[in-house]
């Protein structure tokens, strides 16, 4: 079964400031996606940016771009130019190419300070 | 406009009852899931539908009962609710049609249950 750790329970970063969230998963498929979700208190899911596994170049999403290390099987997040609305929790998730199903890690608490 | 919708969005309720949880999509999607999110934050995936058809049932106790009217519609009807079901249920959609690699999740607002 695919699993996904977050070990990182809690991060805090100053304004403006980049912080990096670690994420690895474990699977024996060699295509497969991956996300990064946020959940600001409203809880509702907001997907951040995604990763096709077949994909060599990290995806990027304006502030928000991945290193994705295939081999190592690591998934990290990194915020540039951190702003106050990007606290939350944030989720890293893997879903098989038949998308039947989202695997979530533990999730990180991401504070900004001002 | 509302891609993904459920009702009601908070829900208290005493122990033994039976109560549902509705969630509807507009987004044409093939496929609909239920995930349960607990006090830790965890979340995990409870059922998935592919056009009226369940295709994932993650040992998930047989008084939580999903139900699909039609495609856009996904409900979740549980029986004789415990403290333990208190969480935050979400519903979700997806495309499902592989060849699109459209394979993005879009959630709904969630509905927070509290059994007392």
């Known amino acids: 079964a695919q699993t996904v750790t977050q070990s990182q329970p809690e991060m805090s970063v100053q304004e403006a400031e980049t912080v990096t969230l670690s994420c690895t998963y474990d699977t024996s498929e060699s295509d497969y996606y991956l996300f990064w979700y946020k959940q600001p208190p409203s809880r509702q899911m907001i997907l951040v940016i995604r990763?096709?596994?077949?994909?060599?170049q990290n995806a990027t999403e304006n502030r928000f771009s991945v290193n994705f290390q295939k081999a190592a099987k690591s998934f990290s997040l990194k915020i540039s130019d951190s702003q106050l609305g990007d606290a939350a929790m944030y989720f890293c998730?893997?879903?098989?190419?038949?998308?039947?199903?989202?695997?979530f890690g533990e999730g990180t608490q991401l504070t900004v300070n001002p | 406009d509302t891609a993904v919708s459920q009702t009601p969005k908070y829900l208290v309720t005493q122990m033994g009852n039976d109560k549902s949880i509705k969630c509807e999509q507009n987004l044409g999607h093939d496929t609909m899931y239920w995930y349960k999110q607990d006090s830790k934050k965890f979340l995990k995936i409870m059922f998935s539908?592919?056009?009226?058809?369940?295709?994932i049932n993650e040992t998930v106790p047989n008084r939580f009962s999903p139900k699909s009217p039609d495609k856009a519609h996904l409900n979740l009807h549980i029986n004789s609710l415990e403290l333990g079901d208190s969480a935050v249920y979400f519903c979700a959609s997806t495309r499902g049609d592989i060849p699109d690699h459209d394979y993005e999740q879009y959630f709904g607002p969630g509905t927070r249950l509290t059994v007392t």
């Open positions: 998730a893997y879903s098989d190419t038949s998308g039947s199903r989202l695997t």
């Open positions: 990763q096709e596994a077949y994909k060599q």
């Open positions: 539908y592919n056009n009226k058809e369940l295709i």
